[in-house]
């Protein structure tokens, strides 16, 4: 599970924030401080279906489920 | 819930026999009744607005298409806008002209504004209640994202409270916009989801209980004001909010849920 999380995080430091000043940690919230866009959450939702292999019904994308890194490997677990 | 009237007829069926709600094809024309309805609707709304300290904007009744364009309003509805033959829009929501109206503004403390048009929507559904033309009564903030939250959430429970008080049946549900399917618009419908920056307040129309979204409670971040470059007196971000009311659809809740009559005598 840490691995995944690991993973998870290092594609939403890598990939997702590309202004250095701004790095997640497991229990950062993704959603209150503007840092994730209406295209980053497109790609953040194709990672975790990668990573899960399996297509996230709109219904399952909801704040209890995406809040951190954390939460998301929680609820989502991987392949 | 009442959905029958006091005489036991379906309250529809009334209002369609004295022609207080006629279809003629798509449009819908209302009777004075339910046009009188309509205005005491909007008439409390404004005293609510006016005890909250919005300001009246007055709006033009067509939008220049550059104004939607600016807005992102086609990249996300790209059908959705009915043309007018001098170059203008109907608006498909009151709010924008708010925006454009405050572009390139600094606005030196949180603020509250109020106004009404006649907007279009092409919808695809066919219900009672969902019209294409209609009259759209909005409640915009502007201010920081922690102010326009709460102002929101106020509005939210007092508009319930509202309802109730008419013994509308009425729900709150989480919602988003019917953004065009594909691309970044599916990402803006999804961050709306995820952050919960749209809730509707649905009430129930006929006896199955169908409920149909009379008013909407919403937040844009600082969507518009980085669209339009408007900004708070102190240089920070301004964040705005709105609420609208499906002016119409309050009224036929009312004659649906109440009786046309009973509703009718509100504004005796």
Request: glycine share 8%.
């Amino acid at each position: 599970m840490s691995d995944a999380r690991d993973k998870l995080l290092n594609f939403i430091n890598g990939e997702l924030l590309t202004d250095p000043t701004r790095r997640a940690a497991p229990d950062t919230p993704l959603f209150e401080n503007g840092w994730i866009d209406s295209l980053k959450i497109l790609k953040l939702i194709a990672y975790v279906e990668l990573m899960i292999g399996r297509n996230i019904p709109d219904d399952e994308i909801v704040m209890k489920n995406f809040r951190t890194a954390a939460v998301i490997v929680q609820h989502f677990g991987s392949k | 819930m009442t959905m029958t009237t006091e005489i036991g007829v379906d309250p529809m069926t009334e209002l369609l026999r004295q022609h207080e709600w006629v279809s003629a094809g798509c449009e819908t024309a209302l009777g004075p009744r339910m046009l009188a309805l309509v205005d005491w609707v909007d008439s409390k709304v404004v005293e609510f607005a006016i005890k909250a300290g919005a300001s009246e904007l007055p709006v033009s009744r067509l939008i220049d298409r550059s104004v939607l364009e600016r807005a992102g309003y086609f990249e996300s509805f790209p059908a959705s806008v009915v043309e007018e033959s001098d170059g203008g829009c109907m608006p498909p929501a009151t709010c924008y002209h708010c925006y454009a109206k405050l572009a390139a503004t600094s606005l030196p403390e949180p603020s509250i504004w109020t106004c009404i048009a006649r907007c279009r929507r092409n919808e695809g559904k066919e219900e009672s209640g969902r019209l294409q033309a209609f009259t759209m009564r909005e409640i915009v903030f502007v201010g920081s994202a922690a102010w326009v939250r709460e102002r929101r959430q106020q509005w939210m429970d007092s508009i319930i409270a509202f309802a109730q008080s008419l013994h509308l049946v009425v729900q709150l549900d989480a919602a988003t916009d019917s953004f065009f399917a594909g691309g970044e618009a599916r990402g803006r419908k999804l961050l709306q989801q995820i952050k919960g920056l749209k809730f509707e307040l649905r009430a129930q129309m006929d006896a199955e209980g169908r409920p149909l979204a009379i008013s909407s409670f919403n937040l844009h971040e600082t969507f518009f004001s980085r669209r339009f470059g408007f900004r708070l007196g102190d240089g920070t971000d301004a964040y705005s909010g709105c609420v609208a009311f499906g002016l119409e659809r309050w009224a036929l809740a009312l004659a649906v849920t109440l009786g046309p009559n009973q509703a009718f005598r509100l504004v005796e």
